[in-house]
């Protein structure tokens, strides 16, 4: 093989390479949204990949959509009578595509300003020109969040002698839209280990005896 043949055999190999290369972007999360913990006692698992394109959205004031909401509770538009400092309120907000609508859903987590304690989780699908309420769960501790294109709420459970920081377990439900509602169709549960480790027994101050 001549010179300027093996040279043009290798530019003909780099550009075939070079079209392998998918160059893709991965799924792109939009809002403020933090994702839900790892259920304690699983070991951590590697997310599966999602062929989703990003969310284009249009950002909305969940904040005066729930003041204006007939389906949302007294307690928690109480909670939204005024920010919890500044001009920050106590809400998070995720925008995902959920039940096939032309525009994104908006995810909307209430919580407590004093401690971060989900008080509500709802779902808005817009119908039109208007935001609907399609979903609604005010059962404190309770957080929403988006798992692989369906919606996942996670509530923990408290026992009799449990304090707020240190919940007994957590129930977590998925939930599928089925054209008109959603629908649950899985659940599970998590028992938390009550093991906190224990610290050492203080040393003799007599020292050991002879």
């Known amino acids: 093989m001549t010179t300027g043949a093996a040279i043009a055999s290798m530019a003909a190999l780099s550009l075939l390479l070079a079209g392998c290369n998918p160059g893709g972007e991965g799924v792109r999360t939009e809002g403020s949204a933090s994702s839900t913990p790892a259920p304690k006692g699983r070991s951590a698992q590697a997310p599966s990949p999602s062929p989703s394109a990003s969310v284009a959205y249009r950002k909305v004031d969940a904040v005066d959509l729930m003041k204006h909401d007939p389906k949302v509770g007294a307690d928690v538009k109480k909670s939204l ?17 959920l039940t096939g609508s032309k525009d994104p859903d908006v995810v909307v987590n209430v919580m407590t300003c004093a401690d971060s304690v989900g008080i509500g989780s709802y779902v808005y699908r817009k119908d039109g020109g208007d935001y609907d309420n399609v979903f609604a769960n005010e059962q404190p501790s309770v957080y929403a969040s988006v798992n692989k294109g369906e919606l996942e709420v996670s509530k923990q459970t408290y026992n009799s002698d449990d304090n707020l920081c240190c919940a007994s377990g957590e129930d977590v439900m998925t939930y599928r839209w089925t054209g008109s509602r959603f629908v649950e169709y899985a659940r599970y549960h ?19 005896e002879d």
């Open 81 to 97: 009578a005024k920010p919890c400092a500044a001009d920050e309120y106590p809400v998070e907000v995720t925008y995902a595509k």
């Open 190 to 208: 998590t028992d938390y280990s009550k093991t906190g480790g224990t610290e050492p027994a203080p040393a003799d101050p007599t020292g050991p």
